[in-house]
Structures are given as C-alpha cells and as structure tokens.
C-alpha cells in the first residue's frame, strides 16, 4: 500500500479516537480522514492525475494533515512552501516543480497571486483573497485512493541550500515508509505516544517524521504553530505529552526559559533532536536539568533518518548514534572506496532517493557505486556509533591543514564558558595561509564590555585544546548566529558577516 493508504486504513479503524489537539482544535481521527477524501476528490475533479505535484503551505490544524492525505490519496505529491521565503525564491521553486495547483493559507496565496500568477491558489479558508478559490469542506469524499506503486512520487522536498543552490529531492511513498517503519521500531513509536509538535512543517524534519510519523501510527498530535519555549515548558504536562522533536537550538531556549524548581518536562518518554548538532555540553546540561538524555539522530532531506541513539540503551553525548534497521553506513575516501577510519559518510538502503529533481549532473556527483554521499565527516566508535566531525565542503585549510570547524566548536564550548551563548567557526580568506579559522560568538548578555573578558578566555581555551594550526586566528562577536528555519548553522553566511563587517 502507499503512504497515503496505509494512513487512511490506521484513520478509520478507530474514527473516535482523537488525532489533533493544541492549535487548530481537537479533532478526531475520523473527522481528518473524511476531510481528506473530500480534499482528494475535489483535487481529482480538478483534473490533478497521478504524478502531478500539488504545492502546500498551510497553519497546523485539521486541513494541514487533511491537504497532505488528500493529495497523496489523490495520487499526486506534495511539494511543501516554507512561506517565510521571499517571493522571488518561491517562485524559482514553483517555476523548478511545476505543481498543477496551490493549497495555502489566504496571506501565502495573496502572495503567490503575484509572484505565480500562473498557479491555481486555493484556501481553506471561507474569504480566499481575490483570485484565489475556496476549498470546500463539503465536497463529496472519494471513495477510494489512487492506486500508487513503493517507487512512485509522494513528496517533492528541497534541500535547504545552506551549501548552494536548493536541489529538488523526490521522495518516493517506498523511501518514506520504509523509514518511518524504521524509526517506529527505533524509538518505540506507539499509538498511545502524545507528540508535542513544535517544529516548521515544510522541511523534513516536521513535516515527514513527525507530521506523517503521527499519522502512520496513530499517535495523537499536539500543535504549537511555533515554538515558544515558555509554553512548551507549561503545556508538555498539561497536555500529557509523551514526545518532543527538536532541534538542538530549542533545547538550549528550554534551559533558558526553565523555571529554577521542579522540572516540567518529567512527563516526556523521549526528546528526539535532530537536523543539526547536540553539542555534548548542552546534551549534558539538558540531562542535568530535565533528567532526559537527548535522542541524537542523523538524517537529512534525501535519506530520511540514517542513524540514532537508541530509546532504550546508551545515548552517547556527541553521537548520532547507529544506522537505523535496513539503512547501511560506510566511510569513504573521496574517489569513494571504503575507509576504516575517519571519512565521509556515505549510505544506501530503500530510504535513499533515486536522484535529484532534473538534475542529472548533480546525481552523478551525490552517487558512487550505489552508495549516497552524504558530504558529512564521520568515524565509528568501538561499539559501531558514528560520530559526525564535520562537513567536507566546510573544511578550513589554513596552511596546508585541514581543520574541522566542529571539532574546534566542540574544543572551545565543553565545558561552557560563561558569557557565551553561541558559538560557531568558519574560515575566512587569508593571503597567507589560504584560509584562517574564524571563532564568531553570540555573547549571553549581549553587552559589549563583556567581550574582552570572554574573548581572552576563549583563546585561553583554544591554547590548552586545540593543536597550534586549529586555533582560532580571530574572534567576531555576533549578535546573533545565521541559521534557517529549523536552527541549522548557515556557516557560508559567517564568512559573509566577516567580509561585510558585520562583526563587533
């Protein structure tokens, strides 16, 4: 069966049971899967066939899981708008997949009318903006899905371009499912789990694990529009929560925001962090806090999840933890044989895709011999956890010397030095030696005359943990570091802010 179906059938075999609380409303699992068959018949009495794409940015509540069933009950794809991206990038994306409609909320399709005035804009929504068309809550179901083959398009994501142009990454209903499964076996995932949804729904992230992770087993999903550390901190008892995905940015806005007794996230099973690095000081002060050691996993926009720390076993602080069931994790050397020391991570399994969206030549470089190459630097424990070291293309040559500017991130922040809130590193241009590291640091009180003090013991750090050739050459205070919608370091942009002054 598709993902589509196999969702429908977990829907309606207990339609009473509740799917959705929080923001949106309380829905039941019956009332989301009759709104998707209506969505999925209107899109067919639309003409949308099997294979066309149908874009979708909608608010958290009943039609955003409706819209996303619908479409791939339709048999189309969905290709998921991050709104916050200007109107210039949305329509190089929509220009790249050629959707046959929009689903998006009124202040999106207002946009859109503009900047793809080509496009079908619809709105769940009774007062669409002129131009737009009303999706119809009363629409007559469809009484069946569209046949859809493990190999066919279910969703058509792009990578969030942090190292270049967005690529288009075609996800098939097989590559989902069969990861999903994965993960269900992984983190113990249950139909009576409670997961707290505080991530963006248009990366992976939020939208295929945790979105279609809840929806594939039935779990009940509470919605936070955004995440707001404050009322996670309230809500995660009051609302029974039992899970919480995250990224490692939103772990340390908890710290922040815990109030000084008791510990309000005693109730959660499992806080799952992903989609960029849990530095081991913050896994350890979060332990130490909450009593919750981090779920690390590893994943990315064109694999799904690769690897993760177990629920019930050791979390390694540091690790991303294992290769999750049926996925295979090798080091390689950059012609691309295998290694047994540190080199990059490179896999295959039924999670990978088959290869960028149109994009011929960038498949032939992402793939050898089979096996996906991830970009990542990592090397495996003694007991087969893999420990990610860096990005290839980020690495500092400074003088002949490869630097990674996680491992000198690491050095410099475990154990905390005070006065810093953030830390990150990248190379700058350097006459002499090519390229020179680069510390930028986002200071905890934002004061400037904190700096000299934080800065001399930085470099004290640096003296006493990093061999001569990795120390940082230069300190940048920030006022903030620049990251994408799901925290991820957008290390070229420090390169950027040096360049430009952006600096203290």
Sequence with gaps: MSLGERILVRLEAEPGRALLEGDGGAHSRGAVAERARRVAALLIAEGVAPGDRVALSLAKGPWLPACHLGTLLAGAAVVPLDPAHPDAALARLLARAEPRLAIASPALA?????????????CPDPAPPEGARELVADAAPAARAVSRRGEDLALLAFTSGTTGSPKGVPLS???????????????????DDRLLHVLPVFHLHGLGVALYGSLLVGSVLVFHERFDPERVLRDAAACDASLLMAVPTMLGRLLDAAPEAGNPLAG????????????????????????????????????????????????KPGSVGMPVPGVELRLCDPEGGAVRDE?????????????YWRDADATRAAFRDGWFRTGDLGRFDSDGYLLLTGRAKELIVTGGYNVSPLAVERALAAPEVPGVRELAVAGVPDADLGERVAAFVVLTGGEEAEWPGVEAALRARAETALARY???????????????????LERGRLRDAQATGEGA
């Excluded at 207002?110 to 804009?121: D, E, I, K, S, V």
């Excluded at 209903?173 to 139909?191: I, M, P, Y």
């Excluded at 350890?284 to 019930?312: H, I, K």
């Excluded at 080199?343 to 290869?355: I, K, L, S, T, Y």
Aim: charged share 20%; proline share 7%; aromatic share 10%.
């Design 268 to 315: 959660l099973r499992l806080v799952i962090s992903g989609s960029a690095p849990l530095a081991p000081d913050l896994f350890e002060r979060f332990r130490g806090r909450f009593g919750q050691a981090p779920v690390e996993r590893y994943g990315m926009t064109e694999t799904g999840m690769n690897a993760s720390n177990p629920a019930d076993g050791v979390r």
């Design 343 to 355: 080199g990059e991570v490179c896999v295959r399994g039924p999670n990978v895709f088959a290869g």
């Design 470 to 488: 990795s120390r940082p050459r230069m300190y940048v205070r920030l006022a903030a570091l620049p990251r994408n919608a799901l925290g991820k």
């Design 173 to 191: 209903h097989a590559n989902l499912t069969s990861n999903l499964d994965a993960l269900v076996r992984v983190w113990g995932w249950r139909e």
């Design 110 to 122: 207002q946009r859109g009318l503009r900047f793809a005035p080509g496009l079908a804009w619809w």
